[in-house]
């Protein structure tokens, strides 16, 4: 059924678009007020003599924020194109791509803010460490390798579609 506003989209396409966007703005806000709050986090380290762990947080959180900016704003530009009814653009598969070296940037981040956070903790063991580096290290590497596989899929669809324009 198609509606003059959305044309053939799809409920679902709608529905992700809009929680795109939702994130997008959640982004944005977690960005600009994590990167208000690290100066003044600073400021109270240095002259209240408090421990670095307040602020290493705060920069775990500002680097985290740019990251998921970077995939959003791609994923953002994928949906438009999957909304236009062109999913297999030719910039779509460079698109996937930078979704997924953000996830990969995100593995030595999440690894060592969990170390320096475990770190300080008078129970850290090996065990913690194990956990830490596994849990991190296969999840969002498997996902990144994951999204890569799936942008080159993408990028085979781009060539059959190139073909199929050619042929008569």
Same mark, same amino acid.
């Given at each position: 059924?198609?509606?003059?506003?959305?044309?053939?989209?799809?409920?679902?396409?709608?529905?992700?678009?809009?929680?795109?966007?939702?994130?997008?703005?959640?982004?944005?806000?977690?960005?600009?007020?994590?990167?208000?709050?690290?100066?003044?986090?600073?400021?109270?380290?240095?002259?209240?003599?408090?421990?670095?762990?307040?602020?290493?947080? %705060?920069? %775990?959180?500002?680097?985290?924020?740019?990251?998921?900016?970077?995939?959003? %704003?791609?994923?953002?530009? +994928?949906?438009?194109?999957?909304?236009?009814?062109?999913?297999?653009?030719?910039?779509?598969?460079?698109?996937?791509?930078?979704?997924? %070296?953000?996830?990969?940037?995100?593995?030595?981040?999440?690894?060592?803010?969990?170390?320096?956070?475990?770190?300080?903790?008078?129970?850290?063991?090996?065990?913690?460490?194990?956990?830490?580096?596994?849990?991190?290290?296969?999840?969002?590497?498997? +996902?990144?390798?994951?999204?890569?596989?799936?942008?080159?899929?993408?990028? +085979?669809?781009?060539?059959?579609?190139?073909?199929?324009?050619?042929?008569?």
């Amino acid at each position: 059924m198609t509606n003059k506003k959305y044309g053939n989209q799809s409920s679902l396409i709608r529905a992700f678009s809009l929680l795109v966007n939702l994130f997008l703005i959640v982004a944005i806000i977690g960005f600009c007020t994590t990167a208000i709050l690290t100066p003044f986090r600073l400021i109270r380290v240095f002259t209240e003599k408090l421990p670095i762990l307040f602020v290493s947080g %705060y920069f %775990y959180s500002l680097f985290s924020s740019v990251v998921y900016l970077w995939i959003i %704003y791609f994923l953002r530009k +994928l949906m438009l194109t999957v909304k236009e009814s062109n999913p297999f653009d030719q910039m779509n598969p460079g698109r996937i791509r930078r979704i997924a %070296y953000g996830v990969f940037a995100l593995v030595p981040v999440d690894i060592f803010s969990k170390i320096w956070m475990k770190g300080f903790q008078p129970t850290f063991s090996t065990t913690d460490l194990g956990d830490i580096l596994w849990g991190s290290l296969f999840k969002l590497a498997f +996902l990144g390798f994951g999204i890569l596989v799936i942008a080159k899929v993408f990028e +085979l669809g781009v060539v059959l579609k190139d073909e199929q324009k050619l042929t008569i």
